[in-house]
């Protein structure tokens, strides 16, 4: 399939979704970052250090080993492969759901990981929590690639413990030959009646992930997602259970690859990378069309950025640094963002990107999208009432 085709393609698909949810592709220049169980074992203990600075190069050697904790299905692993034999360090690699999982994983006392992926509200809560070191950016010189718009943010000023990942949104996942019109608002997730129809028409998954869930039913309540009150976060809690009966899976891993591109379920609440990938993996060149679209609600949705930070508890920090600067490399980090579908804010990596990734407005949203977008801010003591409630809402 040439780009070309592939962009058109994204242009007629895109302009009926955009057009759907009352919206009109670049990063939008005018809001800026605000802020900021899956997975299995622990890392290895351990077992190096890095050494004392070598005499002639003046800087320390690279440890044996790296832990590198991310989310599910978030980097193509030959890329850690190529790390790895080019510079000797082994990288043992784990995943995670979301933010509160990685939190309560670091809490819970895995002292073992070294580099970690938070999002935006998380970092600074970790910041506050002092769970993140502080990076040396001499040793970071790729950092100069990224667009000035994402660094300096709020949560971490002047980046001094993180650097930019990737970028995206929250939204709805559909397929579009479920017999059901395409999703407009949460509303056709969150009417019990609509998630009944959705339901028959093969399951909806939502995230399993308390911020992104709650935040979903706040905007369909017509509140913020950075919401304090816990009278409406009881409400928007309800609006969960009252469609918990119709949710086929919670998933928030795998979801791509094992609900939406296998067609498991017709809806799916849904970051924008999985979406476009199950887009792009049920594409037919023939037909020009695709099985699945996505949607950013009309009455707005989340938009987060991700980043890469060092534990304040590892041992390897110079080499956690070199790793974060071998991800900051224009054509790795392009080659994560071309396997994820995510939108990139390394400038330099614009060259080695897919066209059909840079022109998609569902992966970087019109101004008129943006403007819709809210950053998730650190809740502070509500971060306790969110833990009642996503106890409450699984185990009902
Ligand atoms: C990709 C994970 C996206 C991270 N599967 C959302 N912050």
């Not at 980046?159 to 949460?186: I, M, R």
């Not at 709650?214 to 997602?225: E, H, N, V």
């Amino acid at each position: 399939m040439s780009k070309k085709t592939i962009f058109f393609a994204l242009l007629v698909v895109f302009s009926l979704v955009i057009s759907a949810c009352g919206g009109a592709a670049v990063p939008a220049t005018d809001t800026a970052p605000a802020q900021g169980a899956a997975s299995s074992e622990q890392p290895a203990a351990q077992t190096s250090s890095e050494q004392p600075a070598a005499e002639s190069s003046g800087q320390p050697e690279l440890a044996k080993e790296l832990s590198v904790y991310n989310w599910g299905d978030y980097i193509d692993e030959s890329l850690l492969t190529q790390y790895e034999e080019k510079y000797g360090v082994k990288i043992i690699y784990d995943t995670f759901a979301s933010n509160e999982d990685l939190l309560a994983k670091l809490q819970a006392g895995a002292t073992g990981y070294d580099v970690i992926f938070p999002s935006d509200y998380m970092v600074a809560q970790m910041i506050e929590l002092g769970m993140l070191a502080e990076v040396d950016k001499n040793n970071i010189p790729n950092l100069k690639n990224i667009d000035p718009f994402f660094l300096n943010a709020p949560y971490d000023p002047n980046n001094v413990h993180c650097v930019p990942y990737q970028w995206g949104t929250t939204g709805l996942a559909y397929k579009v030959d479920s017999g059901l019109e395409p999703p407009t608002s949460w509303a056709d997730l969150f009417d019990p009646a609509n998630a009944q129809k959705w339901q028959a028409a093969g399951g909806i998954n939502v995230l399993n992930d308390q911020r992104e869930l709650m935040a979903a039913a706040l905007k369909y309540l017509g509140y913020s997602l950075n919401e304090k009150d816990e009278a409406k976060l009881e409400e928007a809690k309800n609006a969960i259970l009252a469609i918990k009966p119709y949710i086929k899976t919670f998933n928030s891993e795998d979801y791509d690859d094992s609900l939406l591109i296998p067609g498991e379920v017709a809806l799916s609440h849904s970051w924008s990378g999985d979406a476009a990938k199950a887009y792009w993996e049920t594409y037919d060149e023939a037909s020009d069309t695709s099985q699945w679209g996505y949607v950013i609600p009309k009455e707005g949705a989340m938009v987060w950025q991700d980043n890469i930070c060092v534990t304040a508890t590892s041992s390897k920090k110079y080499t956690a640094e070199h790793f974060m600067n071998f991800l900051l490399e224009p054509e790795v980090i392009a080659a994560v963002s071309n396997y994820t579908y995510y939108a990139n804010p390394n400038l330099a990596a614009n060259q080695y990107m897919d066209e059909a990734i840079l022109n998609d407005p569902s992966i970087y949203p019109p101004k008129e999208v943006m403007d819709k977008l809210e950053w998730a801010q650190q809740l502070g003591e509500t971060i306790f009432v969110y833990d009642r409630l996503w106890t409450e809402i699984k185990s009902q």
